[in-house]
Nanobody
Framework: VQLQASGGGMVQPGGSLRLSCAAS????????IGWFREAPGKEREGIGY????????VYAEAVKGRFTMSRDNAKNTVYLQMNSLEPEDTATYYC?????????????????????WGQGTQVTVSS
């Protein structure tokens, strides 16, 4: 049972990237997925949450209007489309599955509520 994030890279300010979070060993449509990022010297922060159907999505203020989550349950994969990237978006990005639940209520971006983490993928925004 694992998650694997990919798609990171280096991009200029204003550019776009799409990250993928591929699940194996479980059916991702049965679970909400959270996206997190960790910038150098900063704590890991939650930036997005999407339910199994995609009907409910939550975004952190820092990325709202620029980032969009989607999922292709046939491919067992969740995506994070990142547009209008800024240098402040430079971080290692992670996807995660909630701990002991298929979906969450309340604070859906709390790192402590997630128990299965993929390895991170690095995103660097620089001119």
């Amino acid at each position: 049972v694992q998650l694997q994030a990919s798609g990171g890279g280096m991009v200029q300010p204003g550019g776009s990237l799409r990250l993928s979070c591929a699940a194996s060993g479980f059916t991702v449509r049965n679970y909400a997925i959270g996206w997190f990022r960790e910038a150098p010297g900063k704590e890991r922060e939650g930036i997005g949450y999407i339910t199994g159907t995609g009907a409910t999505q939550v975004y952190a203020e820092a990325v709202k209007g620029r980032f969009t989550m989607s999922r292709d349950n046939a491919k067992n994969t969740v995506y994070l489309q990142m547009n209008s990237l800024e240098p402040e978006d430079t971080a290692t990005y992670y996807c995660a599955r909630p701990r002991n639940a298929h979906q969450l209520a309340g604070n859906r971006l709390s790192m402590a509520r997630y128990g299965l983490w993929g390895q991170g993928t690095q995103v660097t925004v620089s001119s």
